[in-house]
């Protein structure tokens, strides 16, 4: 079975802080990896994602995450956050063995200005 | 291109009832996921349809069952409601291939929010 852990449940940064949620998952096999994020009262939106090929994977609103294959992580990366990224942000998973994409629980991101 | 959209946004039931929602998917998407999302759980996943049937199913009691139609729109269905069941309800579409291969990436509608009191 395949299963996605974000440790950082609440993170709570100074506009132009940098930040880094972390994700890893559980699955021995081919990965597809996800980052989405879901703002105060808007649907859930994706941010990037990894299918295969360079492991650096840039996505909208200037972030980034890496692929570590050796460590199973797929963690969240941006230089400097904006009052307005404050948000959910959600890893998910989805692989050969199971089309239906597993989510982690979550990482609450409240941005001071 | 119009995004997936969900009736009603909000909703109230009581104990006991049941309660029926709805979404359209993307133009083209034809298959439809269903995910209840509380801030405990996070995201699980409920079932999937594609080509009116059920593909795929989560670890759900069997008081929450879903169709779609033949236009892709999909229904979910709650019987006997609970207090648990509270929760924001998404649905999501993805393409599929022409010969139901399966594309990873979701499209994910607004939400319903239940409310069971």
């Known amino acids: 079975a395949q299963s996605v852990s974000q440790h950082n449940h609440h993170v709570i940064l100074s506009e132009a802080a940098s930040l880094e949620l972390g994700c890893n998952y559980s699955?021995?096999?081919?990965?597809?990896l996800f980052w989405y994020v879901q703002y105060p009262g808007q649907h859930l939106q994706l941010l990037l994602k990894?299918?295969?090929?360079?492991?650096l994977v840039k996505g909208i609103k200037g972030f980034e995450a890496e692929f570590i294959k050796s460590k199973f992580s797929f963690n969240l990366r941006k230089p400097s956050v904006q009052w307005s990224d404050t948000a959910e942000y959600f890893c998910?998973?989805?692989?050969?063995?199971?089309?239906?994409?597993?989510f982690g629980r979550g990482t609450s991101l409240i941005v001071h200005p | 291109k119009a995004g997936v959209t969900q009736t009603p946004r909000y909703l109230i039931k009581t104990r006991g009832q049941q309660v029926t929602l709805s979404c359209s998917p993307i133009?083209?998407?034809?298959?439809v996921s269903w995910y209840q999302q509380t801030p405990g759980q996070g995201l699980q996943f409920l079932f999937e349809?594609?080509?009116?049937?059920?593909?795929n199913k989560g670890n759900f009691p069997g008081r929450f069952s879903g169709r779609q139609f033949s236009n892709s729109r999909s229904e979910m269905n709650v019987s006997t409601l609970e207090l648990g069941d509270s929760a924001l309800y998404l649905c999501?579409?993805?393409?599929?291939?022409?010969?139901?291969?399966?594309?990873?990436?979701?499209?994910f509608g607004p939400g319903t929010r239940l409310t069971v009191t």
């Open positions: 133009s083209g998407h034809r298959s």
């Open positions: 998910a998973l989805a692989s050969g063995g199971s089309y239906i994409p597993t």
């Open positions: 349809y594609f080509s009116e049937t059920q593909r």
């Open positions: 699955y021995g096999g081919t990965v597809n």
């Open positions: 999501a579409s993805s393409l599929r291939g022409t010969s139901g291969e399966p594309y990873y990436e979701q499209y």
């Open positions: 990894y299918f295969s090929g360079d492991p």
